[in-house]
């Protein structure tokens, strides 16, 4: 397996194609951009792309273009690089770009793919430069406006949620539709980002309340633990929120496998049939725990 720090290190080691340019995309509120420019030993080459004015780092919460350098780096600027990624690795902030488009083309180009119109014309930030959603939005753009979109770059890199490379050689489309900003989402593919983030949300509320056995797992093993219990919860019929919080947290809290045991078996079995609600459910089990 590739990973993701490992391939921006090997390619920051080579020179740059002939006209052509390299980028990272930070998402600034989940790292500090300034220590990958000062790593990369940059200066003034940090654009706050929601203003698209140099970055102020002082409570930079946007997505921040950096440009690479275009020659090749020294040994320890790619270790330092390297490093840098592996300590951000589960942060899902980082987007490698090649591009053709010289910086004063490629800000314009980066921040006009911010702007996004749901249904109801409700304008918002289309967080692409999260990795999470990027990878959501490859599936959920149509034809055209995936090569709209992909048109400002020929090569995009992501790190999975492991840290793994997850890389896409768009190359040189000259056929490619232009991109209009802002990008108009139907309703189908609204609630299918919103349903690709289900999982992340709610591994977010259970940390904000501090579930100790959520705490103690790693970021990939926190949403994969989560998914599955969402899943669960979803099969027993459980769509409101605070069902699905308090089922997470009888998993959690309990283990997997309470769902075989009594009294949950039979419970769970009449809270699918609608006989039940699970906080009843839940009332009960307390009462015949300290009966």
């Known amino acids: 397996m590739t990973f993701f720090a490992e391939f921006v290190s090997t390619t920051l080691a080579a020179a740059c194609g002939p006209a052509s340019h390299r980028y990272l995309i930070l998402d600034a509120s989940a790292t500090r951009p300034v220590d990958f420019v000062r790593a990369l030993a940059l200066k003034g ?10 970055c102020t780092w002082r409570e930079c919460a946007s997505p921040v273009l950096i440009r690479l350098p275009t020659e090749a780096a020294s040994v320890a600027i790619c270790r330092r690089a390297r490093e840098l990624m592996n300590d951000w690795r589960y942060a899902n902030c980082f987007l490698y770009v090649e591009s053709p488009h010289a910086p004063d083309v ?16 409700m304008s918002v930030v289309l967080r692409y430069f ?3 959603i990027f990878g959501t939005l490859m599936r959920v753009l149509d034809d055209w406006q995936l090569r709209a979109f992909l048109a400002a770059g020929t090569r995009w ?11 896409l050689d768009h190359g040189n489309d000259p056929e490619a539709p232009v991109f209009t900003a802002p990008l108009v989402l139907g309703t189908a593919q609204e609630a299918a980002l919103i349903d690709a983030a289900e999982t992340d949300a709610m591994v977010d509320l259970l940390l904000n309340q501090n579930n100790s056995v959520l705490l103690n797992l790693l970021p990939p093993q926190q949403f994969e633990r989560i998914g599955q219990a969402l899943a669960r919860a979803n099969g027993l019929g459980l769509r409101e929120l605070g069902d699905q919080v308090a089922y997470c947290s009888l998993d959690l809290d309990l283990g ?3 769902i075989h045991d009594s009294p949950w078996v039979e419970g769970l079995g009449s809270v699918k049939e ?7 459910l839940i009332e009960q089990a307390a009462r015949g725990a300290s009966a």
Not at 274 to 280: H, I, Y
């Open 274 to 280: 609608g006989r039940m609600s699970l906080s009843a």
């Open 106 to 121: 490629a800000v314009r180009l980066f921040a006009e793919r911010t702007d996004a119109v749901l249904p109801q014309d």
């Open 130 to 132: 999260d990795s999470r």
């Open 157 to 167: 890199a992501l790190p999975g949620r492991t840290g793994e490379l997850l890389l």
């Open 45 to 54: 080459q940090a654009i706050d792309l929601l203003t698209r004015k140099p």
């Open 256 to 258: 997997p496998a309470f």
